[in-house]
Structure formats: structure tokens, C-alpha cells
Antibody
Framework: QVQLQESGPGLVKPSDTLSLTCGVS?????????WAWIRQPPGKGLEWIGF???????YYNPSLKSRVTLSVDTSKNQFSLKLTSVTAVDTAMYYC??????????????WGQGTLVTVSS | DIQMTQSPSSLATSVGDRVTITCRTN??????LNWYQQKLGRAPNLLIY???TLQSGVPSRFSGSGSGTDFTLTITGLQPEDFATYFC?????????FGQGTRLEIK
């Protein structure tokens, strides 16, 4: 059964780059799935950041596209998120996730536990 | 972006009740609609995809319906473990978007 685990700094300074990695176990990242990052500011709703296929196909949310980079490392079975020029509004719980598919339907069928990233000096 | 509006935003209810949560979109998304449950301090959990397909392992008291712009999640016979926040999410077109959530509280 697939397990996902986020890792990275919990505190990032304003204007710095937020970097997170998601380790995937129990499942090959090369399987036919997209891998996603989603965030949730404290007490608020969910925002889709983007998703990536192991071959390199990537989708970014246009609202964040200028600051986001997703990448995959198949040798380590992990994928990563970089978000540049962060501000306090980027403070959120960041989740990595697997995108499941059934025909043309897509949904998040597995989530990491989430990691809280606070942007503060 | 497709806007998702859930109602109500919160609901006080009791064990055993039948609960209906509504999700409305500002344009048609056919049946590309998913429902998630999120318990406090936990990651969301998929309940239903394609508007009405129950995810494996999810109790049958959960059901979904709708197409186009109007969708519902129904819980028949609310259990203590169902007090949580519920989100809808569309996967019709990118950027995929979520509703703001409906919080079920104990009456």
C-alpha cells in the first residue's frame, strides 16, 4: 500500500525559497499516476499547487506558476516542490498526494500526512 | 477558474441523522466531482469520485449524486466518526478547485 511522506523545513524566511520533498514507499513513482502538491492555509480551504508525471509532464496552477517548480527523482522514488519568493500568505499545511484515475476521472486517492510550513522572519 | 460553492458552511447535527451537503459550480463539470472528508489535524480522505462512485473501503452510508452544476453528498445514519469537514473538488478542468468546506458539528 502506498505511503507518502513530506519532508523539509518547517520555517522559511520571507523572500526565501520553500523546498519540500515527498518520499513514496510501497509503490513505484513510475506507475501510471500523476503526483500532486496541495496546500491548506490554517483554518482555510484546499488549493491545488500542481502535479507531475514521472516522465516530466507537469501542470502548475496559474496562480502560482511563476514561483513554482515541481520535479521527480525516479531513482529515489520521490518528487519535490520549490516555491520561490515566499510571503506570509504561503504559510500553510503542504500535502503531497497521488492522483488516482479511473478512465478520464482524476481524484486524490492517497495523501501524505502533511507538513506545516510557516513563513516568518 | 471554476468556482465551487458548498452549503451549508457548517451544520449541527446528531448521530443517526440523514445529512445532505450541496456543492454548486459556476459552470458545468459533467460528473467530474469528488468528495473528501477531513478530520481535525488529518489529511483529507477520498469518499466519492465521479460524483457517485464510492471509493473502496468507504462505508455505504455515504452516497453522492448530481451532474452539471449541482451535486450532493448524503450521509444516511450519521455515525460519531463522521463529524468532520467535507470538501468537494472538481477535476473537469485545470486548475482543479475545491469547495470551501462544510463542517459537521455535534448538536
Amino acid at each position: 500500500q502506498v505511503q507518502l511522506q513530506e519532508s523539509g523545513p518547517g520555517l522559511v524566511k520571507p523572500s526565501d525559497t520553500l523546498s519540500l520533498t515527498c518520499g513514496v514507499s510501497g509503490y513505484s513513482i513510475r506507475n501510471s499516476n500523476f503526483w500532486a502538491w496541495i496546500r491548506q492555509p490554517p483554518g482555510k480551504g484546499l488549493e491545488w499547487i500542481g502535479f507531475i508525471y514521472y516522465s516530466g509532464d507537469i501542470y502548475y496552477n496559474p496562480s502560482l506558476k511563476s514561483r513554482v517548480t515541481l520535479s521527480v527523482d525516479t531513482s529515489k522514488n520521490q518528487f519535490s516542490l520549490k516555491l520561490t519568493s515566499v510571503t506570509a500568505v504561503d504559510t500553510a499545511m503542504y500535502y503531497c498526494a497521488r492522483v488516482g484515475t479511473s478512465g478520464s476521472y482524476r481524484y486524490i486517492d492517497s495523501w501524505g500526512q502533511g507538513t506545516l510550513v510557516t513563513v516568518s522572519s | 477558474d471554476i468556482q465551487m460553492t458548498q452549503s451549508p458552511s457548517s451544520l449541527a447535527t446528531s448521530v443517526g441523522d440523514r445529512v445532505t451537503i450541496t456543492c454548486r459550480t459556476n459552470q458545468s463539470i459533467a460528473d467530474f466531482l469528488n468528495w473528501y472528508q477531513q478530520k481535525l489535524g488529518r489529511a483529507p480522505n477520498l469518499l466519492i469520485y465521479a460524483a457517485s462512485t464510492l471509493q473502496s473501503g468507504v462505508p455505504s452510508r455515504f452516497s453522492g449524486s448530481g451532474s452539471g452544476t449541482d451535486f450532493t453528498l448524503t450521509i444516511t445514519g450519521l455515525q460519531p466518526e463522521d463529524f468532520a469537514t467535507y470538501f468537494c473538488q472538481q477535476s473537469y478542468t485545470t486548475p482543479y478547485t475545491f469547495g470551501q468546506g462544510t463542517r459537521l458539528e455535534i448538536k
